[in-house]
């Protein structure tokens, strides 16, 4: 498979419909690739708290109608990062959107665990219930946002329903990149999965970025890693090692805890 992150820089110089077609570019220019991945909260910056209500859309908005062009456009599985949702009772959630390559909204996972430590985010948005898993006919991706990545039972949930490469949008601040960089290969290594974690750059509300966006393998190797600044980062991978991995090494059916139920 040929993935490519976009690791779009948020400027609060630049207004958010100027984005969305900016990124809507790049996307188109990815035709070719069989994935590509945009970050989390790109429209208005992940630390951008106080323009979270103004910025909030509905699940089918402006960015939704943009990223389910530009996937028909380029003919790829678009994982469009996420937005600022505004349910119908009200109720914001960071929620990522995921095409089809005609087009086709397939999934939206509303982020599970929410950053703030009870501010930000952790107040201010509603938290999602549902692991969210995506059928790719070369592998089965399983969705997470930013700071589940901290939170391993919800990777083992995702490769428990069947997940083989784990994609996480993220806005993770430049202070806490080494965390970022171990814990993408943490979860690589004991899911024996590939992860794709992709990155902003520029500054969200006085927050660096850290970027450096990744892509490890099921045995923990870094395949690709970007820079800070803007970028795409290009990877070709083979979705088959996943499963070759597994039985070359069969770690996952040794478990004795928090077994899921069989299927």
């Not at 996937?71 to 959630?93: F, K, P, Q």
């Not at 970007?226 to 088959?240: C, I, K, M, R, Y």
């Amino acid at each position: 498979m040929h993935a490519s992150l976009i690791q779009i820089a948020v400027n609060p110089d630049e207004s958010s419909n100027s984005r969305r077609e900016r990124a809507a570019s790049l996307v188109v220019a990815q035709r070719g690739a069989d994935l590509v991945v945009l970050p989390e909260l790109w429209p208005v910056g992940a630390f951008a708290y106080t323009a979270f209500a103004d910025e909030a859309e509905p699940l089918r908005g402006p960015t939704h109608d943009v990223m389910a062009e530009a996937a028909a456009e380029a003919g790829v599985w678009l994982h469009a990062g996420s937005i600022v949702e505004r349910a119908e009772d009200g109720t914001l959630y960071n929620t990522s959107l995921v095409f089809s390559p005609e087009g086709e909204r397939v999934a939206a996972y509303r982020k599970i665990h929410r950053f703030g430590f009870d501010k930000g985010e952790a107040v201010m948005m509603g938290a999602g219930e549902e692991l969210v898993t995506v059928s790719l006919s070369e592998t089965t991706l399983g969705l997470a946002t930013c700071y589940d990545l901290r939170f391993p039972e919800q990777f083992r949930g995702l490769v428990d329903a069947g997940a083989e490469t784990l994609v996480v949008a993220a806005g993770w601040p430049e202070r806490r990149r080494s965390h970022w960089t171990l814990l993408a290969q943490a979860r690589a290594v004991e899911n024996q999965a590939y992860v794709l974690a992709v990155g902003s750059s520029g500054t969200h509300a006085g927050v660096e970025q850290a970027g450096h966006s990744i892509v490890v393998d099921p045995w923990g190797e870094v395949l690709a890693e970007a820079g800070a600044a803007e970028e795409v980062l290009t990877v070709e991978f083979d979705p088959t090692r996943t499963a070759a991995t597994r039985e070359q090494f069969p770690a996952l059916k040794d478990r004795r805890l928090g077994l899921a139920p069989p299927r």
